[in-house]
């Protein structure tokens, strides 16, 4: 019998939308609906004793969804929240179309789950979870984390295993450049680099490159691309190789602990080594080499295949929430003591 769950969204979050210029997170909510119970989608205030669910997971990744759940600390369900983008400051302002919005501060976070009785903290960022939210969390903050990093769904991406001599042999530039804070000094760069990188605008800026649901085809169509950020593994890191593309990245701690090793399923660039590793690549269409990089391609796409995508989140997730009602069962005590 599967375990019951309960989920909180909010349904006015921009990336849980289905028209959203990326479904990732869409995607990992949709695939818990296909490894639990879901016993009630909440997306209103409610009372802890109308919930029958052994486990409550409040998927608010923003931490914008100010609803109330009277009694849920005491609610015996192993509890769970989803916060994405740990150094995010308080903001107030409206959502692009929608309605308005206010976003919480690290601290203001960490005090409401600590108030709600939250056992564990889904958090995509390891090290953006330990620099802004665990400072606020106290002595249990390293236990608290249930890290997973973004993950796609292996549905979007239906031509992951073209070879690349089917596809364009580039190397796609595509993602936000503006704002950051810093986040994308690196990706600035080597998207300005030519003939290195092929820059295509994002969707964002130019509304007919794919996106959302569409973007896996996008991705399938060339042969490589560049996932880099200065801060965390966003969801490029995932999305590239599981498009089975050859993945030029920026090295992260997250990733190496994913499994990524540079030569092996991916290549580790910088501003020092970039154009001398691009040229590799971008020289090797039709030589011997094409084996090499097929195979990097090829290991990128099974690694995530067979870790880190949506639907390896939500059994990830059931696990874990498995094992902690077991051992809480085990010793006799109920799961929010």
Known sequence: ???????????????????AYSVTYLDQLLALHDCFEVTRYNVASCSAKDIEADVIIIYDIHSSHHIQ??????????????LNDPHQQEFKGQYRNGPPVHKLGAEQRTRRELERGTDFIICPYQDGYFQH???????EAEKMLFWFPPAPSITRFPDRARPLKERRHRILGNGILHGGNGAYDFRKWAYS??????????AMERPDVPQGMEYGKLLCSFAASLALCDWYVVPKYQEIPLAGCVCFAQHQMDYAEMGFKHGENCIFVTK?????????????????NDTYFQKIATAGRELIESKWTAERFAEALYRHAQNQIQSCQAQGVSTHE
């Open 193 to 202: 680099q030519r003939p290195e990188t092929f820059y295509v605008k994002h």
């Open 133 to 139: 939210l665990a400072p606020h969390l106290g002595p």
């Open 69 to 82: 759940i009277e009694g849920l600390k005491n609610h015996p369900a192993v509890k769970y929240s989803y």
């Open 1 to 19: 019998m599967k375990l019951k769950a309960a989920i909180f969204y909010d349904p006015f979050c921009p990336k849980l939308r289905p028209d």
């Open 272 to 288: 020092e080594n970039y154009k001398r590793r691009a040229m590799e690549f971008l020289s090797s269409e039709g030589t011997i």
